[in-house]
């Protein structure tokens, strides 16, 4: 078995503003936050992926922000880091390609966010209460 397996995703937001007039130079920001919800008792979790990109002077004028969510199941003897770095990995290439159909369908450039290397960044955990 793989250490994490997308069973599902739906998106749960798509906000697009593009009021830059044509031709318009920007440079784009982003920022994004990731988070791993555990059944208690079950091998299932959901991860909520909420991206935004937008332009970085005018970020009110040009901002696309999604939010994807999945559902995995995962082997239970693995570390809950792992299990997070693992079901983001999975779900990014679909907020990227998201983010790029929208943005080429509405007549624009499209844009292309770049890859985030996960397994570099600080997880931070928090654990509920477990009954």
């Known amino acids: 078995m793989s250490i994490v397996n997308l069973q599902a995703y739906k998106v749960d937001k798509i906000e697009f503003v593009n009021e830059l007039e044509n031709g318009t130079k920007i440079a784009l920001?982003?920022?994004?936050?990731y988070q791993v919800q555990y059944a208690v008792g079950k091998s299932v979790a959901k991860g909520t992926f909420d991206i935004e990109v937008h332009d970085k002077e005018n970020p009110d004028k040009f901002r696309i922000h999604i939010i994807i969510v999945g559902i995995f199941s995962?082997?239970?003897?693995?570390k809950k880091e792992l299990i997070h770095t693992e079901t983001f990995k999975s779900l990014f290439p679909y907020a990227k390609a998201l983010i790029t159909t929208v943005t080429a369908n509405?007549?624009?450039q499209p844009v292309i966010i770049?890859?985030?290397?996960?397994?570099?960044q600080e997880i931070y955990r928090i654990d509920g209460n477990q009954q």
Not at 29 to 33: A, M, Q, R, T, V
Not at 74 to 78: C, G, L, R, S, V
Request: contains cysteine; glycine residues 10%; proline residues 5%.
């Open 29 to 33: 920001g982003n920022k994004y936050s």
């Open 74 to 78: 995962f082997d239970e003897k693995e």
């Open 106 to 108: 509405c007549g624009i």
């Open 114 to 120: 770049p890859n985030i290397d996960i397994d570099n």
